[in-house]
């Protein structure tokens, strides 16, 4: 069972969907598309979408990146995506939100990075303009607050005081203090410009786990406004998708975060999705949420000398990756289903049984059977070569989801 939520925060709407209040923990992404390029950038958008993204944000940081946006969110309507469009604001967010209102009227929510905003004098000024426009538009924004572009005066004044007070504390306590003050004082600017409680989520995010930790469980004894989760510059692969998960799955649990991202840095011409995965798989394995069957598989081990169970295992996944934008749209309730993929007679029969759908395939010295269970119990045998075996493996479990889930279909 999900932790109980600690944090209790305010309700934020962004188009159709709520973050905060009670609300299930929303998943978002951002696109790596020139925004310019309206068609590839919708694209991306609905891909995304369908991967699992229920918020997506674009980068609009030139003239022609503002002007894209109205098609980039007629494009994703015409493919029947409503996902909510957020707009990611640095430097120049004042001016272009100013001088293209259809692109201010296209977005869902605006991203603000006060450190980004503008530098001394104008700082204030250029952040009010675009909380004033978000008032004037009805939308709300992200006060997103990043320790690779905190405000250097903020530091350095905080920084100064350390060391005319003696107080001994190390930098990095400083700065995370600095990240809260950030978030906190740039929310009660955005509510002086005319923004609502309501209008307003705030993140802090740094590249290091244990400081996101510290930040955000400071902010959540200090505000009710809702939390976007995310460890910044999380890197490539493994190293993204576990530094990530070690630092938001605490927060998780503790019931701190309305909203996350993974923000893995994608391999060169690699699939984006894979952080809307990522962020996806780490919600369901706090029991926070369900968005696609999960696959059970043993990791292999000396008794799994032969690569089917690997192979199968890994076609499935994508099998059902595939699959789900079609099956969330026809069989409510097909997120929850288990599959297993097992390697051998020690714990295959075993797993097999506990899922839904699950199959042993043998291991070394064992008889070449491969026993399938359905909700507990053995149904059928499938013999024959490794492509012949992944067929027939990927055929029972679409028809398991048509007849379990058939007379939960959507809408009906």
């Not at 706090?286 to 059970?296: D, M, Q, V, W, Y």
């Not at 499935?316 to 297993?340: L, S």
Request: net charge neutral; charged share 20%; aromatic share 4%.
């Amino acid at each position: 069972m999900p932790t109980a939520k600690l944090h209790r925060t305010i309700g934020v709407r962004v188009g159709d969907v709520q973050i905060g209040g009670g609300a299930p923990v929303v998943v978002q992404s951002m696109t790596i598309t020139d925004t310019a390029d309206a068609e590839a950038t919708a694209t991306q958008c609905v891909e995304l979408t369908d991967a699992g993204s229920e918020l997506v944000r674009i980068t609009v940081n030139t003239p022609a990146a503002a002007e894209a946006v109205p098609e980039i969110r007629d494009r994703m309507l015409d493919k029947g995506c409503r996902t909510p469009l957020i707009g990611d604001f640095h430097y120049n967010g004042h001016l272009l939100l100013s001088r293209y209102p259809a692109c201010a009227g296209a977005l869902a929510k605006y991203r603000i990075n006060p450190g980004n905003v503008g530098t001394g004098n104008r700082r204030d000024e250029q952040f009010a303009t675009i909380c004033k426009i978000a008032r004037d538009a009805g939308k709300p924004v992200r006060i997103g607050v990043n320790g690779g572009s905190l405000n250097q005066d903020l530091v350095m004044a905080k920084m100064q005081e350390n060391t005319d007070r003696r107080l001994d504390r190390r930098s990095e306590e400083i700065i995370n203090a600095c990240m809260v003050i950030s978030a906190l004082e740039s929310t009660a600017l955005a509510l002086e410009a005319g923004l609502t409680a309501n209008q307003i989520v705030i993140s802090c995010k740094v590249s290091t786990p244990r400081d996101l930790i510290a930040i955000y469980r400071e902010l959540a004894r200090q505000t009710t406004q809702p939390l976007h989760l995310g460890l910044t510059e999380a890197g490539m692969g493994l190293k993204g998708q576990i530094w990530s998960a070690a630092a938001m799955g605490i927060l998780l649990e503790e019931g701190i975060g309305d909203t996350i991202r993974v923000s893995l840095t994608p391999r060169p011409d690699g699939d984006r999705r894979d952080e809307v995965y990522a962020a996806c798989e780490l919600l369901q394995s706090l029991g926070l949420r369900s968005f696609a069957p999960s696959i059970t598989a043993c990791p292999g081990c000396g008794r799994t000398t032969s690569s089917t169970f690997q192979e199968l295992a890994e076609q499935i996944q994508r099998h059902v990756h595939g699959m789900m934008p079609v099956w969330k749209t026809r069989y409510a309730g097909v997120e929850e289903m288990r599959v297993a993929v097992m390697g051998c007679v020690v714990n295959g029969p075993g797993e097999s049984k506990a899922a839904n759908i699950g199959i042993s395939l043998p291991g070394t010295g064992e008889e070449p059977t491969c026993p399938v269970y359905v909700d507990g119990r053995h149904t059928t045998t499938l013999r024959g070569p490794p492509d012949e075996l992944a067929e027939a493996f990927r055929q029972l479990v679409d028809d398991y989801v048509e007849q379990r889930y058939a007379k939960k279909s959507v809408g009906v």
